[in-house]
């Protein structure tokens, strides 16, 4: 009995083309290592999944609730968030809430301060901007995921570095090549405020880090967390 022999392509990365499909291989996160760009229809699928089960709830909170930071786990009194204030104070009740929502799914958000302000100033503004989203997929009238896609793209090129603003998001190393920084606008001066005050972060990052983020935010929600 002769035996088939599987050609030179079944013999390659056998695991990958059957557990993951072809338009999946070159994602890391929602990011496309291959065109450089966030897939936002992949965005719309997860954000869709993620509040299925109760997509008014979601709403909802992120309406009434997002802003407020309760008393008793963090603070000792109530508090509000503002979406526009970017100061140290103001950046680490966006944290306290982004914990509280379990954004990075058990990973703890700060590492160092100001590493992660810029991914937390992006993640809770992307997350607010969900509110536009779920009231789109509420309103009663339907609507593309293509559309969908558009308007979450649109919205969170305000986060997003362009231009000159990507040196922002380099590394930065002494005069000897060592690392000292893994974004050049965690380097704070004595006397100096941050170069990326808006907390701003690449196309890359939206992908990997911050979209990520707001949909286990999105999910927690969804689930009933208590904050």
């Known amino acids: 009995m002769i035996t088939e022999l599987p050609n030179s392509e079944d013999l390659t990365n056998t695991t990958e083309s059957t557990s993951t499909p072809p338009e999946k291989r070159f994602l890391e996160g929602y990011y496309d290592k291959i065109t450089q760009t966030v897939d936002y229809g992949m965005v719309v699928e997860d954000i869709k999944d993620a509040v299925t089960t109760d997509k008014e ?3 909802e909170y992120l309406s009434t609730k997002l802003l407020s930071v309760p008393a008793g786990s963090v603070l000792s009194v109530p508090t509000i968030i503002s979406y526009a204030d970017t100061s140290d104070y103001n950046v680490e009740l966006m944290q306290s809430k982004l914990e509280l929502l379990g954004a990075t799914d058990k990973t703890p958000l700060k590492p160092s301060f100001v590493v992660e302000r810029s991914y937390t100033i992006s993640t809770f503004r992307t997350l607010q901007v969900m509110n536009i989203i779920l009231r789109k997929l509420c309103d009663g009238n339907s609507i593309s995921d293509a559309n969908l896609s558009v308007i979450i793209q649109d919205q969170v090129k305000r986060q997003t570095t362009s ?28 006397n100096k405020g941050y170069i990326n005050p808006e907390g701003k ?14 949909i286990n935010a999105l999910r927690n929600i969804s689930k009933g967390i208590s904050t």
């Not at 040196?167 to 001066?189: G, I, P, T």
């Open 57 to 59: 709830k979601v709403l």
């Open 201 to 214: 972060v690449t196309e890359k990052e939206m992908g990997t880090k911050i979209l990520p983020r707001v």
């Open 163 to 190: 231009g000159e603003e990507n040196h922002f998001r380099e590394e930065l190393r002494n005069s000897q090549d060592m690392l000292q920084y893994s974004f050049k606008d965690a380097d704070v001066k004595k």
